[in-house]
């Protein structure tokens, strides 16, 4: 991938960011994600659900990390310093797609606890 001066690569195989206030306003983005308040909205919408899960299913009063799996790419999202950092990352390395999933739907993952809980 093609670094462009202003734009951060975070992560290798990053084909797009997002770096959000904690209110889902967009304060950076690039690649993929360039723009993208939809996305934004989707995923704070993902963020404000997993404060409503019930304690005694994910004791964790907050996730620290959501993984979102699709075939040939996946989204990480974390929270550091009061800001929502989502990568957009490829799973192909020099045009050769790897799998780290035996399943091929589409998943959300909690990485917060241990048990790796599939949340939808």
Same mark, same amino acid.
């Given at each position: 991938?093609?670094? #462009? ?5 975070? %992560?290798? &195989? ?7 206030? !904690? @209110?889902?306003? %967009?304060? !950076? =983005?690039?690649? /993929?994600?360039? &723009?993208?308040?939809? =996305? ?7 963020? &404000?659900? +997993? !404060?409503?899960? @019930?304690?005694?299913? #994910?004791?964790? $009063?907050?996730? !620290?990390?959501? +993984?979102? /799996?699709?075939? *040939? *790419? ?15 990352? =490829?799973? $192909? ?7 780290? =999933?035996?399943?091929?739907? &589409?998943?959300?993952?909690? @990485?917060?606890? /241990? ?6």
């Amino acid at each position: 991938m093609l670094k #462009m001066d202003r734009e951060k690569l975070i %992560v290798p &195989n990053q084909i797009g960011y997002l770096i959000l206030k !904690e @209110d889902g306003a %967009v304060l !950076e =983005s690039g690649g /993929d994600l360039k &723009n993208d308040e939809r =996305s934004a909205n989707v995923i704070m919408g993902l963020l &404000n659900l +997993t !404060e409503t899960i @019930d304690e005694s299913f #994910m004791p964790s $009063s907050s996730c !620290e990390r959501i +993984t979102i /799996d699709y075939e *040939h *790419h996946y989204y990480s999202i974390c929270m550091s310093n009061r800001r929502i950092y989502i990568i957009k990352i =490829s799973k $192909s390395q020099n045009g050769v797609t790897t799998t780290t =999933s035996s399943s091929s739907s &589409n998943s959300v993952y909690n @990485d917060a606890s /241990d048990s790796g809980a599939v949340l939808a």
